[in-house]
């Protein structure tokens, strides 16, 4: 059964760095493909960063606003994948989660709050 679970949002001031984890339990980390979105307060689920499974090279793709800031990885044998992000700004602030498809079926974590401010 396909479980995904965050952690490691807090509060960081502007400019600082935070490491959000998502144990991904149930899924071929080979083929899985996995992705981090998040939600400001009032705003759409917005799209953050994807990374493919190892099988196909674990190749990352970023929305335009993260780029060079955030960096998605996966660790397999602790069935993880995380979001290093630094540079943070307040704008970041928002709810973070991760997705995955398996079997046409979508699942998404409960979130992890991420609030930046001084």
């Known amino acids: 059964q396909v479980q995904l679970v965050e952690s490691g949002g807090g509060l960081v001031q502007p400019g600082g760095s935070l490491t959000l984890s998502c144990e991904a339990s149930?899924?071929?980390?080979?083929?899985?493909?996995v992705s981090w979105y998040r939600q400001a307060p009032g705003e759409a689920r917005e799209w953050v960063a994807v990374?493919?499974?190892?099988?196909?090279?674990?190749?990352?793709l970023y929305t335009d606003s993260v780029k060079g800031r955030f960096t998605i990885s996966r660790d397999a044998a602790r069935s993880k994948v995380y979001l290093h992000m630094r540079n943070l700004k307040p704008e970041d602030t928002a709810i973070y989660y991760c997705?995955?498809?398996?079997?046409?079926?979508?699942?998404w974590g409960q979130g992890t709050q991420v609030t930046v401010s001084s």
């Open positions: 990374i493919s499974g190892i099988s196909a090279g674990a190749n990352t």
């Open positions: 997705r995955t498809v398996q079997n046409n079926i979508v699942y």
């Open positions: 149930g899924i071929d980390h080979n083929t899985g493909v």
